[in-house]
């Protein structure tokens, strides 16, 4: 997980983070039910792209949770923070 970290910056604006979380997996899976699954001719197949896909989107939307919440508590610091050292 440090290599991760060390390979990729995360972005400091919240906006940012929340584009930046947003995998192209999803967009992936959502080309590979369009064009290499039929329901009718391979419904295992498209079953398993459409799984997939589901299963992308639900990760990027707790990504998108995950980076509001970063957000929040980073927030929530800075107020405490100014709350102990109080600007003269």
Do not use: C
């Amino acid at each position: 997980m440090d290599t991760f970290r060390a390979e990729w910056k995360f972005p400091n604006n919240h906006s940012e983070r929340a584009t930046a979380m947003k995998t192209s997996a999803t967009k992936f899976f959502a080309e590979n039910v369009n064009l290499f699954s039929d329901p009718k001719q391979n419904p295992k197949e498209y079953n398993l792209f459409m799984g997939l896909h589901a299963l992308s989107q639900q990760v990027d939307a707790m990504q998108q949770q995950l980076a509001a919440q970063a957000h929040e508590i980073q927030q929530l610091r800075q107020a405490l923070q100014s709350m102990r050292y109080p600007a003269p």
